[in-house]
């Protein structure tokens, strides 16, 4: 898994701290162990303009956070996914608190994943569209922590821990990437990876910003965000 993540105050990360190329890059990073495999968690938090006054590198562990254990809700809108519901919900760290399925399937994915999870919240798509559904779905849930999901199994519900981490330690958003050092995709053609690299380049052009994936669906962020980022979109750009 690799991942970029965003923070609002502009503080440096903890752990380890290193901006490349002489102090003219445009990156800071941490890294951790993960507590359950011991694989190494790079977190990059991405801007421009180079290594700020008094950066040095700082070797050590990353100390635990002191706020308390937040709520982790996962929202998954789903469509005829009853063959891999099960598999994914059956796969959920314990950190996952709540689970909201947005569901708008014509198979037995209701059943399916009811059978999997007891406690899981069901509600239905307001209106076509993977945009609704997520909107509905982030609405819905309580959690102080919302991550998103897709139920068809390209997605590793293991690596949520590694989303969460970053936010409980300042930064304010997690978004997957199949494109940076750790990330892959088995199903990325050759016609689609050229659009997503557009869509990629054009948004770092024009919001100065270093993002490596832009159409994916697997993303973390802070409850208290969610209201001003006022989301609107009904379809699959919703993930940009």
């Known amino acids: 898994m690799a991942a970029d993540v965003l923070r609002s105050d502009g503080n440096k990360g903890m752990g380890v701290s290193e ?24 977190f990059v938090e991405r801007r421009m303009g180079g290594r700020r006054r008094n950066d040095t590198r700082m070797l050590g562990e990353m100390p635990q956070s002191l706020l308390p254990t937040p709520a982790v809700s996962l929202i998954i809108p789903t469509r005829n996914e009853a063959r891999n519901v099960a598999d994914v919900l059956g796969r959920l760290p314990k950190m996952v608190t709540e689970v909201v399925l947005v569901d708008a399937s014509s198979d037995v994915t209701k059943l399916m994943a009811r059978s999997s999870r007891s406690d899981i919240r069901i509600i239905g798509e307001p209106a076509p569209g993977k945009g609704n559904a997520l909107r509905a779905g982030l609405a819905a849930a309580h959690g102080d922590i919302l991550v998103a999901m897709d139920a068809d199994g390209s997605m590793s519900p293991e690596e949520i821990p590694r989303f969460v981490h970053p936010l409980e330690h300042g930064f304010d958003f997690t978004k997957g990437s199949r494109f940076m050092a750790g990330g892959g995709s088995l199903d990325i053609t050759p016609t689609r990876r050229a659009g997503n690299r557009a869509l990629v380049e054009a948004a770092n052009l024009l919001l100065g910003v270093r993002y490596t994936d832009l159409c994916y ?24």
């Not at 901006?19 to 990073?29: F, K, P, V």
């Open 19 to 42: 901006n490349e190329n002489g102090g003219q890059g445009s990156e800071d990073w941490f890294e951790q162990r993960g507590a359950a495999d011991g694989a190494p968690i790079r």
């Open 217 to 240: 669906g697997f993303f973390a962020m802070r409850r208290i965000f969610l209201e001003s980022l006022d989301l609107r979109s009904t379809g699959f750009e919703i993930e940009t």
